[in-house]
């Protein structure tokens, strides 16, 4: 059997369409947060930590949030398996291992300005945003970006900007960044993420065709312009779609 076969889904399911009446929606009460606050730690250490997640900026951010206030209220308990999980418009929020994988692999800084390309339901920017000094998001899906925008300000990520868009464009307005996450897989790397990515800059994005085995990659831009590509592990996402011209 052919290596990736043999894999778990490490990124997310393709494919999956809910009405708009399932997708996540207004968060849950701030106030049944305390109740998961074991369920996180143990997500944190059984499905994180134990694997090859070390770095402890990244698994403090990651325990930090509320990933049961980021998914439909009928997918809340299974909020800390590892699992994406559905929120609407064919798309999921990724399990909580890969989200915590990509965020140290960009290897985010206090300092460092970054953009996430495909905002889904907030979750992997509510991750990334404790650890740079901004993050601006992109989302296709103009009622996820909206709900996303809302949950994120509402649970206080006042460092967070969040705009419907088209990812494949990037922010150039923005740019440079010194990360960039892309949470959907495009069949190569858009030439406009590695244009906005500044000198020195990381950006971790899955690459490979739909319904297949993908490779997540991290793209380094040296100081001197030049760009290095690594393989890290196969996985799979939702393709990253951007608007017909």
Aim: include cysteine; aromatic fraction near 6%; proline fraction near 10%.
């Amino acid at each position: 059997m052919d290596l990736r076969q043999m894999l778990p889904i490490l990124g997310v399911l393709a494919m999956i369409t809910l009405p708009p009446d399932r997708c996540a929606g207004p968060p849950v009460e701030q106030g049944a947060t305390d109740q998961y606050t074991q369920a996180r730690a143990r997500m944190v250490r059984e499905q994180i930590a134990s694997r090859d997640v070390t770095d402890p900026r990244v698994l403090e951010a990651i325990g930090r949030v509320p990933r049961h206030l980021f998914v439909p209220q009928d997918e809340v308990r299974y909020a800390y398996e590892d699992r994406p999980l559905p929120i609407g418009y064919g798309q999921t929020i990724s399990q909580p291992y890969i989200v915590a994988l990509m965020t140290q692999l960009a290897r985010p800084a206090p300092t460092d300005r970054a953009l996430e390309v495909g905002t889904g339901s907030g979750y992997q920017a509510a991750v990334l945003a404790p650890l740079v000094r901004r993050l601006f998001t992109i989302e296709l899906e103009e009622p996820l970006a909206r709900q996303a925008e809302e949950r994120l300000r509402t649970l206080g990520y006042a460092n967070v900007t969040v705009r419907h868009g088209d990812g494949y464009a990037g922010w150039p307005e923005e740019a440079p960044f010194d990360v960039i996450l892309v949470t959907a897989a495009p069949e190569e790397v858009p030439p406009a993420l590695v244009a906005q990515l500044a000198p020195g800059g990381r950006m971790v994005i899955p690459v490979g065709p739909v319904m297949e085995a993908q490779d997540l990659l991290r793209v380094e831009k040296g100081r001197d312009g030049a760009i290095r590509t690594e393989e890290i592990i196969p996985v799979r996402f939702v393709p990253l779609r951007h608007r017909e011209r």
